[in-house]
């Protein structure tokens, strides 16, 4: 049985039950010259090499001296090897000293959502673990994530100064009108500034969309022309109308996503026809005319600075 199943057998995020009697975490955590005792007490055997190339903190513990002899019987004792005892309970433990195990970067460990993600950078941060809490939040803008949770994601990586992944965040949350998005806690550790500076590059982007009426001639409109509605005086979405819906529609929303919006592509068809051919032919013509918008739509927003210090 591997580490994480066992630990998930006696533990999980939500609900760590205290145990009395210490027990081992098992493979690959079975072998070193240290233990640390997580907060639901489980033993995990570590490399003080390893854990002093990955944390300064533990780096300086191990160069404090140390007592001249261990009593086996004491609680600091196990085995013979020192035991440290830490908070963090033995989910969050397995998955920390993963990142610091010299495998780590072929073998990743499972963070399985952004609950977990905290914790573990909690710990890291504690533990002054630089490269561990970098590399977890290269991880944060994977689409299980963001596609989730993506001001959650923003305001991780904004906490954590990581400037690539809050720009994927904040262009990712564009797809939103900027007064959706609700509430979430990390917003509480970062500050009222970068929050402004994400709602005013928001706004900036959505007031740079009407850069796109300059290509109208280099994108026009696919043809909705229908002989029954033409014939029967049916009326017609005009170019103007659609040019001028795309821009409202970026404007509030600045991202292609908002065009393939289902809602917004009936609305447009319900305007460019009412018979059963409009109905048929211009959900794909517009679906792949806003696809063809997404190369100029981007390029704006590539020009557009979030303005956030990261410094």
Same mark, same amino acid.
């Given at each position: 049985?591997?580490?994480?199943?066992?630990?998930?057998?006696y533990?999980?995020?939500?609900?760590v039950?205290?145990?009395?009697?210490?027990?081992?975490?098992?493979?690959?955590?079975d072998?070193?010259?240290?233990?640390?005792?997580?907060?639901?007490?489980?033993?995990?055997?570590?490399?003080?090499?390893?854990?002093?190339?990955?944390?300064?903190?533990?780096?300086n513990?191990?160069?404090?001296?140390?007592?001249d002899?261990?009593?086996?019987?004491?609680?600091r004792?196990?085995?013979?090897?020192?035991?440290?005892?830490?908070?963090?309970n033995?989910?969050?433990?397995?998955? #920390?000293?993963?990142?610091?195990?010299p495998?780590?970067?072929?073998?990743?460990?499972?963070?399985?959502?952004?609950? !977990?993600?905290?914790?573990?950078?909690?710990?890291?941060?504690?533990?002054d673990?630089?490269?561990?809490?970098?590399? !977890?939040?290269?991880?944060?803008?994977?689409?299980?994530? #963001?596609?989730?949770?993506?001001?959650?994601?923003?305001? *991780?990586?904004?906490?954590?100064?990581?400037?690539?992944?809050?720009?994927v965040?904040?262009?990712?949350?564009?797809?939103f009108?900027?007064?959706?998005?609700?509430y979430?806690?990390?917003?509480?550790f970062?500050?009222?500034?970068?929050?402004?500076?994400?709602?005013?590059?928001?706004?900036?982007?959505g007031?740079?969309?009407?850069?796109?009426t300059?290509?109208?001639?280099?994108?026009? @409109?696919?043809?909705?022309?229908?002989?029954?509605?033409?014939?029967?005086g049916?009326?017609?979405?005009?170019?103007?109308?659609?040019?001028?819906?795309?821009?409202?529609? #970026?404007?509030?929303?600045?991202?292609?996503?908002?065009?393939?919006?289902?809602?917004? *592509?009936?609305s447009?068809?319900r305007?460019?026809?009412?018979?059963?051919?409009?109905?048929?032919?211009?959900?794909?013509?517009?679906?792949?005319?806003a696809?063809?918008?997404a190369?100029?739509?981007?390029?704006?927003? @590539?020009?557009?600075?979030?303005?956030?210090?990261?410094?």
């Amino acid at each position: 049985m591997d580490t994480c199943t066992t630990l998930y057998k006696y533990t999980s995020i939500e609900d760590v039950e205290s145990r009395r009697i210490p027990v081992d975490a098992g493979a690959p955590f079975d072998r070193g010259d240290i233990i640390l005792r997580s907060a639901d007490n489980v033993d995990f055997h570590f490399h003080k090499l390893l854990l002093s190339l990955a944390s300064s903190f533990f780096s300086n513990m191990f160069s404090l001296p140390q007592p001249d002899s261990l009593d086996d019987a004491a609680d600091r004792t196990k085995d013979g090897l020192p035991i440290i005892p830490v908070t963090e309970n033995s989910v969050i433990l397995q998955k #920390l000293l993963s990142f610091c195990s010299p495998v780590y970067d072929t073998d990743v460990p499972a963070l399985e959502n952004l609950d !977990i993600v905290m914790s573990v950078l909690d710990a890291a941060d504690k533990y002054d673990m630089k490269r561990v809490g970098i590399f !977890i939040v290269r991880m944060i803008t994977a689409p299980r994530f #963001l596609e989730k949770e993506p001001m959650r994601v923003f305001a *991780i990586a904004c906490r954590y100064r990581s400037e690539a992944e809050t720009l994927v965040a904040a262009r990712y949350m564009l797809r939103f009108a900027v007064w959706e998005p609700a509430y979430v806690s990390e917003l509480d550790f970062i500050s009222g500034s970068d929050f402004q500076r994400l709602v005013k590059y928001h706004t900036n982007c959505g007031q740079a969309m009407t850069q796109l009426t300059r290509l109208w001639s280099t994108y026009p @409109l696919p043809s909705l022309d229908c002989k029954f509605c033409r014939k029967k005086g049916v009326s017609r979405l005009s170019l103007k109308e659609y040019q001028d819906s795309v821009i409202e529609a #970026l404007r509030i929303r600045p991202s292609v996503e908002s065009l393939l919006n289902p809602e917004w *592509i009936d609305s447009m068809v319900r305007r460019a026809g009412s018979c059963i051919g409009c109905r048929e032919r211009a959900p794909r013509a517009l679906a792949e005319y806003a696809k063809e918008l997404a190369f100029p739509v981007m390029a704006i927003i @590539l020009e557009i600075p979030l303005d956030i210090d990261f410094r």
